[in-house]
């Protein structure tokens, strides 16, 4: 057995992630550094909390999330990885909008991640994940072509308020919770949902670079 232990820390070491993951939060992309934010690019319109304008059937609303762009010039197998142990709880893989929601039970809360615009998803509802292994992937130039050259990322929540829990459908029999991605209108609605990811990953890197220099 010993030397699995050795095998798992260069393995950790390629892979840009520390080797130790216990709960700490981890940028869900493949990166050198995946706790520094500096690493992480968002699309043009992809901040959290801007206004989206309305569609035919969607209404104005505000932006839920933050729109990952691929960290590299990847259109093959740019991995996703979940940002930090946890539970899948429900997924959805219809094309563009293909989804995982993660639920992360920590020592002082409950979260829960959403992944979506993502493809080749690798994990199923009830399984344990970890910022160790990839989830999914971005879409390829071919998906691209066909969903629309708009999901050229891939969107990316915190949730600090549940899910709504649907009923599954024998077209997506793996779905059981939706997100409130559509239907946050105004700023307090947006806070009282939602934690802001680029905030909510500056304050988890600073804790656990305090938590290292205590140790």
Known sequence: MNHIIP????????????????SQWLLPIEVKNRTDLAELKL??????????????????????????????????NEKIFPACKG??????N???????????????????TVYEHIADISCHVGDSVSPAVPIARFFSRSELNSYGWQFDHFHFEVLRQRPSEILP??????????????TCYTYLELIEKYYDPMNFFSSEFETASADSLRH
Do not use: C, M
């Open 7 to 22: 095998t798992l820390i260069l393995f950790l070491s390629f892979s840009g992630l520390p080797a130790t993951i216990a």
């Open 43 to 76: 699309s043009s319109i992809g901040q959290f909390g801007l206004e989206r304008k309305s569609r035919k059937t969607v209404p104005a609303h505000l932006h839920t999330g933050i729109d990952i762009l691929r960290p590299n010039n990847n259109y093959d």
């Open 87 to 92: 539970v899948v709880i429900s997924i959805r």
């Open 94 to 112: 219809d094309g563009p909008f293909a989804q995982i929601i993660i639920e992360h039970r920590l020592a002082n809360e409950r979260l829960w």
């Open 169 to 182: 459908t024998r077209i997506l029999p793996n779905r059981h919770y939706n997100t409130y991605a559509l």
